[in-house]
């Protein structure tokens, strides 16, 4: 299976483009720190995904990428908290990307715990 095909993977992209369109919103002050910050999480959460699922010849390789997905998807949120209280988003928006993120996390976590359904040989 090609990881372009994985759940994981489609929707953390997803994510990263809708971030992406509404970052271009940010204030321009903003440019250099929230709006590369939120981009490049969200984008590597996605890239993550993608490494994992080619080093799962490797079991150990394989979940430690997904964890660093998992944590790149951690720190998005919480760029989204900081574009929520400083109003650069609706909380209409936050609440979409916060419940997004909950199901990334999930699915994730789900490979993590679940390597061979993956194709990861486990000895």
Known sequence: MDFKKLLAYQKAFDVAMLIFEISKT???????????????SSRSV????????RKRRYPKHFISKLTDADGENSETNSWLD????CE????????????QSKE??????YMINNPGKFGVKIE
């Open 26 to 40: 940010f204030p321009k002050e903003e440019t250099y720190s929230l709006t590369d910050q939120i981009r490049r």
């Open 46 to 53: 996605w890239a993550n995904i993608s490494e994992a699922y």
């Open 82 to 85: 900081f574009a929520l209280a």
């Open 88 to 99: 650069y988003i609706s909380s209409e928006d936050y609440s979409k990307f916060s419940e």
């Open 104 to 109: 990334i996390g999930k699915i994730i976590n």
